[in-house]
């Protein structure tokens, strides 16, 4: 656990020397990592990790049921595809989102 918490740390001061130290060095007074493309770049990774896992929670769920009782595989996958479908425009709409935050800066 000590490890974790050693590589955490260190991923921290990373990210912070990054944004802090490259803010100070440009010349125009803008830089991709700060502001709201730094946020807008995190934001969207954590999208994704939230689909992922919204994906995997769908289809873990879907698989048991249809061992646990064969006979309704088919509803389990229809709902399945529809809830897939539900969550991936919803994935799309925060990512645009997110692009669109990036840009705007």
Request: charged residues 10%.
């Amino acid at each position: 656990m000590n490890l974790v918490k050693n590589v955490g740390f260190f991923g921290l001061a990373l990210l912070s020397a990054m944004v802090f130290s490259v803010t100070g060095f440009a010349q125009d007074g803008h830089s991709p990592f700060s502001g709201s493309s730094m946020g807008a770049g995190i934001g969207a990774g954590l999208v994704i990790i939230g689909a992922a896992l919204g994906f995997g929670k769908i289809g873990s769920a879907a698989l048991e049921s249809m061992a646990r009782q064969p006979e309704t595989a088919a509803r389990v996958q229809t709902a399945m595809i529809v809830i897939g479908a539900l969550l991936e425009g919803a994935t799309f709409f925060a990512l645009i989102v997110c692009i669109l935050v990036s840009l705007k800066s």
